[in-house]
Structure formats: structure tokens, C-alpha cells
């Protein structure tokens, strides 16, 4: 996809992309720890949460969905900021 944008206009969208990515990569670390307090609490990776969950052999507790969604949402936002990086390397 090509965008059009005016020469004037690249310093602050650049700038934009860059707190972005500044935003996101926080918003990771908080997730991160967020994780590890599970994996440290159930003492298991969260691969190995994750296969469970799937399978059904590790229950319906509310921490198991939160951690799942923790993860869920950890995926989203780490694709975003790889987008986010390749529209400023490749610009």
C-alpha cells in the first residue's frame, strides 16, 4: 500500500510512529509482568498454560482466562509494533 503524504507532514508522522512504538513496547513490558506473575503463581510456562487451556485439562478458574487473555492480548500488540517498526524502517 502506498500513501501519499506531503514532505512537511513526514517529521510528524514519524514522530506519531515513534511514541507509538514507545507506547506499545510499555504496554508490553506491563503484560510481560503481568505473565510472569501467573507462570511463577501456577509454576508453568505459559506454553505449556497455553497447551492445557487448549486442551481443556487445566480448568475454568478466572486466572486462566485472564492469563489467556493476557496473552491473547500480548500477540495483538506485538504485531502491531512490528508493523509499527517496519513503516519507519521502510520510510
Not at 23 to 42: A, R
Not at 61 to 87: C, H, M, P, T, Y
Request: charged residues 35%.
Amino acid at each position: 500500500m502506498n500513501i501519499a503524504i506531503s514532505e512537511d507532514a513526514v517529521p510528524i508522522v514519524r514522530d506519531s510512529i515513534n511514541r507509538e512504538i514507545i507506547l506499545l513496547e510499555s504496554k508490553i513490558n506491563l503484560l510481560n509482568s503481568e505473565i510472569k506473575l501467573f507462570e511463577e503463581k501456577y509454576n508453568m510456562t505459559s506454553s505449556e498454560f497455553k497447551k492445557k487451556f487448549d486442551r481443556g485439562d487445566i480448568g475454568d478458574s478466572q486466572d486462566f482466562f485472564e492469563w489467556w487473555g493476557l496473552k491473547k492480548g500480548l500477540s495483538i500488540i506485538e504485531d502491531r509494533l512490528n508493523k509499527a517498526k517496519a513503516v519507519i524502517v521502510h520510510w
